[in-house]
């Protein structure tokens, strides 16, 4: 195992999970060649890439920067971690991660959540287009009230812990 750590790098498992993503990339390729798309999907994702370079990275960039300067994440000093304290966790980071993950949801899921394919959907489905909305709302709730509760007992268990004076230790 040592030998094979040394010429490869990392451990088997490592070169065993890029394997199999690369199996199910060339799956997929495979797939729209076939399929005849291939132009279709080539328009699609350089439009997919052009838009996220060119105008969501720097949206985004921008709302967190000024993220980080409504927190004060820029004033915090960097973490030191020493025997008696925990490091203070950032609340910016509970903060990125459910917008990040809400952000997500409405991208995949903006034509329902926004209702602009109510027809097409009833016709595919059979069902009717409510609540997707309110759904979606609550989730968003829902990851933002978690991630301030695991803030919360971040920040708890990060305070110092009371050391008893040397008058209040017990005797043996």
């Known amino acids: 195992m040592a030998g094979f750590r040394r010429m490869y790098g990392s451990n088997p498992l490592h070169l065993l999970a890029h394997a199999g993503v690369f199996f199910i990339a060339g799956w997929a390729i495979n797939q729209i060649l076939r399929a005849g798309f291939v132009i279709n999907w080539i328009a699609w994702f350089l439009g997919a890439a052009l838009l996220h370079d060119l105008v969501l990275l720097p949206l985004y960039s921008l709302l967190d920067r000024g993220l980080m300067i409504t927190t004060g994440a820029r004033r915090e000093p ?11 966790p950032r609340a910016i980071n509970h903060l990125r991660v459910p917008a990040v993950v809400s952000a997500i949801l409405l991208l995949v899921y903006f034509p329902l959540i926004l209702g602009y394919s ?3 959907y009833r016709f595919d489905t059979g069902h009717a287009l409510a609540g997707y909305t309110r759904n979606w709302l609550l989730i968003c709730a829902g990851l933002f009230l978690f991630s301030a509760l695991v803030y919360t007992v971040r920040v708890i268990r990060s305070r110092p812990r009371a050391v008893p004076a040397a008058d209040e230790q017990p005797s043996d």
């Open 78 to 88: 960097p973490p030191v971690a020493d025997s008696a304290a925990r490091a203070r």
């Open 118 to 120: 109510s027809h097409n």
